[in-house]
T-cell receptor, first 113, second 112 residues
Framework: DAGVIQSPRHEVTEMGQEVTLRCKPI?????LFWYRQTMMRGLELLIY????????DSGMPEDRFSAKMPNASFSTLKIQPSEPRDSAVYFC???????????FGPGTRLTVT | GDSVTQMEGPVTLSEEACLTI???????????LFWYVQYPGEGLQLLLK?????DKGSNKGFEATYRKETTSFHLEKGSVQVSDSAVYFC???????????FGKGNQVVVIP
């Protein structure tokens, strides 16, 4: 299996621009998680889905952030408009069941200037 | 809510030294416990896990025992290598919550 796939691996954008991060979970996994990692805040859960349905988005920092999962093999995290404080590494992870191990993608390093 | 606490600060040690990273947890139910490792520039990888009290998880020479009486899951390795340099995260998953609660992570640097 190819594991969790994320794209792009690196994104540099200017403040105010729209950013879309993409994730392909491991085939057959029914949970998908989006995390943000920064030096200051560590690893934060932003939102997670079960069977393509958002279950808990309480970690999404603001209305500028939105996430979708149109099908079992694809999810997006969108930031519009982006701000410098959004600079972080964004990870996607998937799992078979809520209390089993999560498999993480390589992350997208976002820099907003 | 459920939470995990890891010891503060980075850990620097010499090759072949013993490593211990402390992890304690707070949970209302009967959580599963995990250690994840993050190598530079990569995502988190599961290192080991334990699903019930007194279980011992082990992998790549690392071990951790689920201690319910002390609510702890300390990570240990008897002889570290330079390749063990990474950030280590303790985490828990409670059956009542569909998520992992992560500790803040510990940077481990092994010097040749």
């Amino acid at each position: 299996d190819a594991g969790v796939i994320q794209s792009p691996r690196h994104e540099v954008t200017e403040m105010g621009q729209e950013v879309t991060l993409r994730c392909k979970p491991i085939s057959g996994h029914d949970y998908l998680f989006w995390y943000r990692q920064t030096m200051m805040r560590g690893l934060e859960l932003l939102i997670y889905f079960n069977n393509n349905v958002p279950i808990d988005d309480s970690g999404m920092p603001e209305d500028r952030f939105s996430a979708k999962m149109p099908n079992a093999s694809f999810s997006t995290l969108k930031i519009q408009p982006s701000e410098p404080r959004d600079s972080a590494v964004y990870f996607c992870a998937s799992s078979l069941r809520h209390d089993r191990e999560q498999y993480f993608g390589p992350g997208t390093r976002l820099t907003v200037t | 809510g459920d939470s995990v606490t890891q010891m503060e600060g980075p850990v620097t040690l010499s090759e072949e030294a013993c490593l211990t990273i402390n992890c304690t947890y707070t949970a209302t139910g009967y959580p599963s416990l995990f250690w994840y490792v993050q190598y530079p520039g990569e995502g988190l990888q599961l290192l080991l896990k334990a699903t019930k009290a007194d279980d011992k998880g082990s992998n790549k020479g690392f071990e951790a025992t689920y201690r319910k009486e002390t609510t702890s899951f300390h990570l240990e390795k008897g002889s570290v290598q330079v390749s063990d340099s990474a950030v280590y995260f303790c985490a828990l998953s409670d059956s009542g919550n569909n998520r992992l609660a992560f500790g803040k992570g510990n940077q481990v640097v092994v010097i040749p």
